[in-house]
């Protein structure tokens, strides 16, 4: 059974940093392309940053871009986001999903999601 374990969350401070894992079973990051999600109170879950299955390309939402990393660990079957220059309004539940092979930035295109991890941005 596929399983996709967040972890990182917590609270930080207006420019903080944060990295989140998301530890994967049952699935090969080799075949699967992997996404973030964040979802505010009140808000739609919207797309953060995609990586594709052979990990040479990278997607980030245009909030994002230049201040979160999307990375990958082959050996230790784990995707992490670095978050850096953090702001109030990244304040969200974030979650992993995974989908196989291309990368997309829908959410209805990923099967499988993790329960999800906080990052609350302190202002």
């Known amino acids: 059974q596929v399983q996709l374990v967040e972890s990182g969350g917590g609270l930080v401070q207006t420019g903080g940093s944060l990295r989140l894992s998301c530890a994967a079973s049952a699935l090969t990051l080799s075949t699967r392309a992997m996404g973030w999600f964040r979802q505010a109170p009140g808000k739609e879950r919207e797309f953060v940053a995609a990586?594709?299955?052979?990990?040479?390309?990278?997607y980030y939402a245009d909030s994002v871009k230049g201040r979160f990393t999307i990375s990958r660990d082959i050996a230790k079957n784990t995707v992490y986001l670095q978050m850096n220059s953090l702001k109030p309004e990244d304040t969200a539940v974030y979650y992993c999903a995974a989908r196989p092979l291309v990368v997309s930035i829908q959410k209805n295109d990923y099967p499988y999601w993790g329960q999800g991890t906080q990052v609350t941005v302190s202002s």
């Open positions: 990586i594709n299955c052979r990990g040479g390309s990278t």
